[in-house]
Each structure stands twice: as structure tokens, then as C-alpha cells.
């Protein structure tokens, strides 16, 4: 795949939209035109044509083109086709004249169709083609009638793969654009919905949609996400991830700046919160931005249940992330530079289990945490009936084996189970990614420094989250800087009626707020994700400049 320019960036400025020029305009000559669009799609044997006759003394030639296996074969024998065998060279004398054009008369008076449009462009007329639509080519005019058929096989709205909960909506995204979009729109019944198309890829030309409410999200923010939307140059894109790291503002991090989900309810509560959500066509992900840390460890079930429930889980999820990327790395440190602080007892146990292993306790970590990502991988890749079974298996045996043969101790292999575990509590799994990288960064200080290591490395680790932007927004928001309005849903999840009275009256608020004045991520009246000046934001990378990690 071609992506042009290392900065993601075309470097003239000049938008994807503007470029590249058409190909030119259709020929008035029927018989050219088809045999133009044969050659172009290579004589593709999906290529149907449907030859007309309009009129009994049969004097204009219609045809209808259509790739099928894209469309709706009903659709289109029944409100074209049919539609174009119904007219009558009466009809063509009489009312054509008023309509000024025969192509006019067909399309305003004869297609039992709602979406359909006149198209004079032949790259147009040809992308409609191969997007599932059908076109409508008559003799004599330089013009297409493009009308929408899209169908063909989809997959339906299933419950969840990955974002499973307890209690809460069962459906989710699928394959398709306009299905995922109306999963949002039946929730949010709203005429402040925007809903913007742009195509991008110069050969996949996927088109995405980005969807925000008027007057909860920040204009800056629609505009910068436009902006990064239309300066992607890439040939194809096949998934939501693509997009993601062409427009995340650093690329060197282990730390999702953009989150995923796919869900419909995830993607309506971030809309009412002030967030752009992006829906890309063929994958069931969409992208939701900004995102901050806190946001990954929220659940769609958090409001689904009572709010002292909420806190018990959110306290568990965060107290997992902490297992996941100090656990092993606390077991190295106490057993390699730090025995005193292990009690008397438990510290003759452990040197009793370590008296026949020949390794040290790091050697152990990175064994037993290397071959437990490669048991999880496996099961990932594995047929769905036995990958399960094979994992949990395999890790049994595995760990049984290496313990008798004196290889590793049996508390790192509980340690290391227990970090495994953990990673499957946090509800984002590109965050679960992301501790699971870090943990092997904390391995490596603790087995060199000890605790020093560690404190060294939570240090480093701060330091960079806290320089991460996403869209503007500080990483660490609402923590970094600290609003506490925002608190609401971070560390703990407060009763739902003390985020209305909040909502309502911070509101009304902003109406009243002088025109011009800057509501910045620490402000206390600001609720929603509010993107800062591009001259104020002297911290954030330019997009088109190399990230330098």
C-alpha cells in the first residue's frame, strides 16, 4: 500500500477532494459509452447491462448498468426496469416538451426510485457503478441518471464480539455505513445530529462518515478533525485503524489517543459528551475522538447499573491495570534486591522453591510472560471450537510442566496468571495492548534497579502521558489539569441525577458566556472536549511533522 509522504500530508495543501480532475464527460453516443465502461472494468463477466427500448416505435435506446451481487435485484427489475418499460411514446410527446429533456422526464416523472440524481462526470458515473448503484445511460444525451441500489449480502446486527456486558443494548455495528448510522440516529433523535460523507483512498474510495451533535461539540474540534480527514493520502482503506494512526497526533506511544468501539450506545453517550465519532464503511469499529485515559476503563454497563455497583467496578478495573503492568515487575524487585521487606516466613518459602531453579526471577518473568502472550495469540488465531480449550489447556499443562522440571517457580507462575487475568478486566482492548507492552518495559527496570527501577520508570511513564494531546485535550484530563466538575464518571461513578442538575445548569451557563471567550479543558463550566487554538497549543506536534516518539 502506497501512502504518500512520510507526514501522511500532501505537501501542495491541496485536499483529496480537489484532485485529481475528472476524466471527462460522457459521450452523447450510447454504444461509445458502454464500450468505454466495458474496457474500464476489464469485460468484468458481473457487469449487467439491460438493453430498453423507450416507446412503442422503440426510437430512443436505454440502458440500464449494474455489477451485480452489489445491488437490489428487485429493486432494480421492479422500480426501474420497470419503470422504463412503462413509458409510452405518448408520454414522450406529450410531456417531454414540458419537462425540456427526455433524461428530465425519466428521471422527475417515470423512476418509482427516491434516490437518484443526474451525473455528467465520468469518473463520478463509473465510481456510482462500482459502489452498487445503478446507472441509467441514454442515447443521444452526456448525462447519467445514477440512482441508489446498493445491497447485496451483509452480515446483521449481532450482539457484540469484543464489548460484552451483563446488562445493557445487545446490538452492534456491523459492515455497513448506512446501517451503523442508523444505529446511532435511533438513539439520538435529534435534528442538532450533523452527519458529514467525505471519500477517502484513491483506489478503495471508502467512504466515512463523521457524525457530532451542534452545539455540545466544539466547532474547533469538528474543524480539526475535517481538516485531518481531508489531508490523508493513502491508496485504500480497509479498517477504522487505518485511519486512526493518520490522523492521532503522535504515533511513538504505547497509549491510544483514539478510541474504538462497537457499539451504538458507546458512540451515542461520547456524542452527547462532545465527541466526534467517525463511522468508516466495511469495518463494524468506529473511532470516537478525543479520547483521555480515563475513558478506557469506563464500561456501557456502568450506567446501566446502581452507581455503588459502578464504583466497585471501576475501583477493580483500575486496581487491575496496576497488577498488569507493576505485578511481575513488584515480584522481581522483592525477590532480587529487596528480601527485607518480605516477611520472615514467606521468605524462607520462596527460597526454598528457588533452591533447584537455575534462573533468576527476571529470566523467570520474561519466560513465563513470553510464553503466555504466545498460548493468548494462539487461541486468537485458533477455529473458535477449540482455540478456548487449547489455550486454557495448554497454559495448565505448561505451567505444571515447567514448575516439576524445576525450571520456574510456582509464585511466578501464579504472578504471572494473575497479570493475565487482570488484562481481561479492562474493558478497552487496545488499552489492555498497551499495559501489556508497558509491563515488559517495568520488568526490564525492576530487574536491573529494583524498586529505584520502578519508581523510575512510573516517573518516565507519567511524564509521558501527561504530554500526550489528543486533538488538543491533555491525555490526562480532567486529573491533568483537574477540573472537578469532570469528576463525576472517573474515579467514581456519582448518581445520575447529579449529572443532570450539573448538565442543566453549566448550560445554561455557556449561553450566557460573552461571545469569543475561551473555555479551555480546565475551565470548571467545561463539560464537553474543547480543542484549544492552534496558536495557543505550542506543545502539540504540527500535523505533517515527523513524530519524534
Known sequence: MNIKGLNRRNKSGKSQQDSPPSLGRLSIILTQTLEQIINELGDSPDLKIRHLKVGEDSSVSVAALYLSGLVQKEVVDEFIVGSLVGVTSEMINEKVP???????????????????????????????????????????????????????????????????????????FVESLATNISLIRRRLKTPN????????????????????????????????????????????????????????????????????????????????????????????????????????????????????????????????????????????????????????????????????????????????????????EAGVRMPRAVGQTVSVVGALILGQAVVEAGIITPVMVIVVALTGIASFAIPSYNMAIAGRLIRFAFLIFAGMFGFYGITLGLIILVAHMNSLRSFGIPYLSPIVPLSVKRQKDTFLRLPMWTHSVDQSSTQGKRRNSPEGEKINASHPENLAPVIEDKADDTGRQKKGALDEG
Open 98 to 172: 414540458a419537462s425540456g429533456s427526455l433524461i428530465e422526464f425519466i428521471l422527475n416523472r417515470t423512476l418509482e426510485i427516491g434516490d437518484a440524481v443526474i451525473q455528467e462526470d465520468w469518473k463520478e458515473v463509473l465510481l456510482a457503478i462500482l459502489s452498487g448503484e445503478t446507472v441509467i445511460l441514454i442515447d443521444g444525451y452526456a448525462s447519467a441518471i445514477v440512482c441508489g441500489t446498493q445491497g447485496g449480502e451483509t452480515r446483521s446486527v449481532t450482539e457484540p464480539s469484543s464489548q460484552l456486558v451483563v446488562r445493557g443494548p445487545k446490538d452492534s
Open 193 to 376: 445530529l450533523r452527519l458529514e460523507y467525505m471519500k477517502i483512498g484513491e483506489v478503495s474510495h471508502t467512504y466515512v462518515g463523521m457524525l457530532f451533535i451542534k452545539g455540545i461539540v466544539d466547532e474547533k474540534l469538528v474543524n480539526e478533525v475535517r481538516e485531518r480527514l481531508n489531508e490523508i493520502q493513502i491508496d485504500a482503506i480497509l479498517e477504522s485503524g487505518y485511519i486512526e494512526e493518520l490522523i492521532q497526533d503522535k504515533t511513538f506511544t504505547p497509549f491510544p489517543t483514539i478510541n474504538n468501539s462497537e457499539r451504538p450506545d458507546v458512540a451515542a453517550s461520547n456524542l452527547l459528551e462532545g465527541r466526534v465519532v467517525l463511522v468508516i464503511d466495511g469495518t463494524p469499529f468506529i473511532l470516537i475522538l478525543p479520547a483521555v485515559f480515563t475513558q478506557f476503563f469506563q464500561s456501557s454497563s456502568d450506567y446501566a447499573e446502581r452507581f455503588d455497583i459502578s464504583i466497585l467496578m471501576l475501583f477493580i478495573r483500575y486496581i487491575s491495570f496496576i497488577i498488569l503492568i507493576l505485578g511481575p515487575s513488584i515480584y522481581i524487585a522483592l525477590t532480587t534486591f529487596h528480601y527485607e521487606m518480605i516477611p520472615t516466613t514467606l521468605l524462607i518459602n520462596l527460597l526454598s522453591q528457588r533452591e533447584n531453579v537455575p534462573f533468576p526471577a527476571f529470566v523467570e518473568a520474561i519466560v513465563m510472560e513470553g510464553a503466555f502472550e504466545i498460548i493468548r
